[in-house]
């Protein structure tokens, strides 16, 4: 077996990691691409579970004329149908999966269940948690800091467009400086758009330590895992 870093991560993607260059839906190659990598992790005997946002269906500020709470459902249901095409995608490349939905929807997932998640886990499934936290007001980044909490990972893979944390948005400010490793402390007190504040002070409290790269290479997941030294390290 390779050496890895890690045994249980909890691998955090958004919704538009999946979308590739369409911005919306789900692109049959991209989510290929990541699942290919997912399978290789998973073959290096790594438990893997996954939180996969909406954004590519629904993003809470499209409703701005709706009441929040019903935007954010809407937001909730647009995660599930990501977390089924992650679980159809792995299953087609004979990975295991479990996908476990904080809202009930019997007939096409598990109602999330630590235990079982956990049990899951170790029988080499992957498990993808979907709804978020199954309440309004919170993101999915808040989601990933929970289940990896719950179900005690050693590390959040913060998969992302770009390939760390900046000083600011390199995108719009050429003179950015990326870091190499910062502090949940200094992610707060710098207000860097990383997580959320929600999420973010969740891992400094439980001590996850949480890293930072690009997915538009995905075998980024699989370099991580075995330690190489890219993105950026937060603890």
Same mark, same amino acid.
């Given at each position: 077996m390779d050496e890895i870093k890690y045994k249980r991560v909890?691998?955090?993607?958004?919704?538009?990691? &999946?979308?590739?260059?369409? !911005?919306?839906?789900v692109y049959a190659d991209v989510i290929g691409k990541i699942c290919d990598e997912v399978k290789k992790v998973v073959d290096l005997g790594v438990q893997?579970?996954?939180v996969v946002g909406g954004g590519n /269906?629904?993003?809470?500020?499209?409703?701005? *004329?709706?009441e929040r709470t019903t935007s954010d459902y809407?937001?909730?249901?647009?995660?599930?149908?990501?977390?089924?095409?992650l679980q159809d995608t +792995?299953?087609? $490349?004979?990975?295991?999966? $479990? &996908?476990?939905? =904080?809202?009930?929807?019997? *007939?096409?997932?598990?109602?999330?269940?630590? $235990? !079982? =998640?956990?049990?899951? +886990?170790? @029988?080499?499934?992957?498990?993808?948690?979907?709804c978020g936290t199954g309440n309004p007001y919170f993101t999915t980044d808040t989601a990933a800091a929970l289940r990896a909490a719950e179900i005690d990972a050693e590390v959040i893979l913060l998969a992302k467009?770009?390939?760390?944390?900046?000083? =600011?948005?390199?995108k719009v400010d050429p003179t950015a400086i990326k870091y190499d490793k910062i502090s949940y402390l200094d992610i707060l007190n710098q207000d860097l758009k990383v997580m959320d504040s929600t999420a973010?002070? +969740?891992? !400094?409290d439980n001590n996850i330590p949480l890293?930072? /790269?690009?997915?538009?290479?995905?075998?980024?997941?699989?370099?991580?895992? !075995?330690?190489? @030294?890219?993105?950026t390290v937060v603890e």
């Open positions: 909890l691998l955090k993607l958004s919704g538009e990691a &999946l979308a590739g260059n369409n !911005k919306t839906g893997v579970g996954i /269906f629904w993003r809470g500020r499209y409703g701005h *004329q709706m809407m937001g909730m249901l647009a995660t599930t149908m990501n977390g089924l095409a +792995l299953e087609a $490349r004979g990975v295991k999966t $479990r &996908l476990q939905t =904080a809202i009930e929807m019997r *007939q096409i997932a598990e109602p999330y269940i630590k $235990r !079982k =998640a956990i049990k899951h +886990l170790e @029988n080499g499934r992957v498990v993808i948690f979907s467009t770009i390939d760390g944390v900046y000083s =600011a948005d390199p973010t002070s +969740l891992c !400094k890293r930072v /790269f690009a997915i538009e290479d995905p075998e980024n997941i699989v370099r991580v895992v !075995k330690g190489e @030294n890219i993105g």
